[in-house]
């Protein structure tokens, strides 16, 4: 088992940075690859970003490409999700999330077998 706790999410103003963090408890963390997934009112919940066991492989969507980095401590046992030049549209609840799987390929929702509560992101343009 493995327990996802995140914290960092607020209410910005569009073009700030915001980072989230995932403190995770319980089995290693660096078995895990990390995702971060969000979902707004009204929508399904979407693929953010992901990084593999040791943080050597990322992927995006493009929708935060160039714009969001996610990182790891896997000494810390915390991952990141740093967010610069937030949009409105970039509003959610943002939930990460841990799989077995190695992350060195795309991983799909299907794939993470622990979540986070969630953190709400409000961006105000």
């Known amino acids: 088992q493995v327990q996802l706790v995140e914290s960092g999410g607020g209410l910005v103003q569009a073009g700030a940075s915001l980072t989230l963090s995932c403190t995770a408890s319980g089995r290693t963390f660096s078995s895990y690859s990390v995702g971060w997934f969000r979902q707004a009112p009204g929508k399904e919940r979407e693929f953010v970003a992901q990084t593999s066991r040791t943080g050597k492989t990322s992927y995006y969507a493009d929708s935060v490409k160039g714009r969001f980095t996610i990182s790891r401590d896997n000494d810390k046992n915390t991952a990141y999700l740093q967010m610069n030049s937030l949009e409105s549209e970039d509003t959610a609840v943002y939930y990460c999330?841990?799989?077995?799987?190695?992350?060195?390929?795309?991983?799909?929702?299907?794939?993470?077998?622990?979540w986070g509560q969630g953190t709400q992101v409000t961006v105000s343009s």
């Open positions: 999330a841990a799989s077995p799987r190695g992350g060195t390929i795309q991983l799909f929702g299907i794939d993470f077998d622990y």
